[in-house]
């Protein structure tokens, strides 16, 4: 096929040879597979920001740090400069989660290098050695449902050990190998203790991922994971070894009815007896 002006520069310098398909066209990426020598790998170039549909919401930037001071300052303006630095920042992030997360332990795609927009990593495959399905696109026994989502709570507990939330998880950014589910789709992943709305997005993660499995055996969907997880997270708990239930129990604070009342009333005498004294001093 004719090779995409953004992966021209990395033929050019011979990190590709020759690209061979266009697997998808996503709402931040357009994904290719490329030879790279004798091995089938995955490009996945980004599209320009005014090109995507999913925007670099600001929940999802803050809390990435920019070693850079000049350029941070000059993203804060939203300068041309700075509106580039932002782009490589988007870019990076996903080399940096995929690192993070490979390295501890989490089922994600091996990345090999990003290059002016291009991400090469990993072809996922399934056991016939084709390109793997996505999860939305696979059907799963009782048993598979279940073998899968514990697998999927554990990668996801480890995700959370290494400090990233993915802030986007869902069955569509999920590929299905033949050892299971294999989790993709990072550039929104958002640090788990700078970010202000990372526990939201934990526990959309979770629900969503809830959902999807629970359709096959139903009673995933009684389990309370992104909450029980989430606590342990803040308590300084979680071990990607930690014994989870699925069961979580909200702390119920009981209401004192008549103290409440008590002070209710207390505050309206207390502000009659403002007024009253307020009127007598105006009448002498």
Same mark, same amino acid.
């Given at each position: 096929?004719?090779?995409?002006?953004?992966?021209?520069? @990395? #033929?050019?310098?011979?990190?590709?040879?020759? =690209?061979?398909?266009?697997?998808?066209?996503?709402? &931040?990426?357009? =994904?290719?597979? *490329? $030879?790279?020598?004798?091995? *089938?790998?995955?490009?996945?170039?980004?599209? &320009?920001? %005014?090109?995507?549909?999913?925007?670099?919401?600001?929940?999802?930037?803050?809390?990435?740090? #920019?070693?850079?001071?000049?350029?941070?300052?000059? !993203?804060?303006?939203?300068?041309?400069?700075?509106?580039?630095?932002?782009?490589?920042?988007?870019?990076?992030?996903?080399?940096?989660?995929?690192?993070?997360?490979?390295?501890?332990?989490?089922?994600?795609? &091996?990345?090999? !290098?990003?290059?002016?927009?291009?991400?090469?990593?990993?072809?996922?495959? /399934?056991?016939?050695?084709?390109?793997?399905?996505? @999860?939305?696109? *696979?059907?799963? %026994?009782?048993?598979?449902?279940?073998?899968?989502?514990?697998? $999927?709570?554990? +990668?996801? *507990?480890? $995700?959370?050990?290494?400090?990233?939330?993915?802030?986007? @998880?869902?069955?569509? +950014?999920?590929?299905?190998?033949?050892?299971?589910?294999?989790?993709?789709?990072?550039?929104?992943?958002?640090?788990?203790?700078? +970010?202000?709305?990372? &526990?939201? $997005?934990?526990?959309?993660? #979770?629900?969503?991922?809830?959902?999807?499995?629970?359709?096959?055996?139903?009673?995933?969907?009684?389990?309370?994971?992104?909450?029980?997880?989430?606590?342990?997270?803040?308590?300084?708990?979680?071990?990607?070894?930690?014994? @989870?239930?699925?069961?979580?129990?909200?702390?119920?604070?009981?209401? /004192?009815?008549?103290?409440?009342?008590?002070?209710?009333? %207390?505050?309206? /005498?207390?502000?009659?007896?403002?007024?009253?004294?307020?009127?007598?001093? /105006?009448?002498?």
């Amino acid at each position: 096929m004719k090779i995409p002006n953004r992966i021209q520069p @990395l #033929v050019d310098d011979g990190l590709i040879d020759n =690209v061979l398909q266009r697997l998808k066209s996503g709402k &931040e990426a357009d =994904v290719y597979t *490329v $030879m790279c020598g004798d091995k *089938v790998q995955c490009a996945k170039v980004y599209k &320009e920001a %005014s090109q995507r549909s999913f925007k670099q919401a600001v929940q999802y930037q803050e809390g990435r740090k #920019v070693r850079n001071s000049r350029s941070a300052r000059a !993203m804060q303006k939203g300068s041309k400069f700075g509106r580039k630095q932002q782009e490589e920042v988007w870019h990076t992030a996903e080399v940096d989660a995929l690192f993070r997360l490979a390295k501890a332990g989490v089922r994600v795609p &091996e990345p090999y !290098m990003c290059l002016d927009g291009v991400l090469l990593m990993e072809l996922v495959t /399934d056991a016939e050695g084709a390109v793997a399905p996505r @999860l939305s696109d *696979v059907i799963l %026994s009782e048993q598979e449902a279940l073998t899968d989502f514990a697998t $999927m709570i554990r +990668n996801i *507990v480890r $995700m959370l050990c290494a400090g990233i939330v993915h802030g986007d @998880l869902s069955e569509f +950014n999920v590929l299905q190998d033949e050892h299971g589910p294999v989790i993709i789709d990072l550039p929104q992943a958002v640090d788990a203790a700078a +970010n202000n709305h990372a &526990e939201s $997005m934990f526990e959309r993660d #979770v629900n969503n991922i809830t959902a999807y499995y629970g359709q096959f055996a139903p009673q995933i969907l009684e389990t309370r994971y992104a909450k029980e997880i989430w606590q342990l997270f803040e308590d300084g708990k979680l071990t990607p070894e930690s014994a @989870l239930t699925g069961l979580f129990v909200e702390e119920v604070h009981a209401v /004192d009815m008549d103290s409440l009342l008590d002070e209710i009333i %207390s505050a309206e /005498d207390e502000y009659y007896d403002r007024q009253r004294a307020a009127k007598e001093r /105006d009448e002498d």
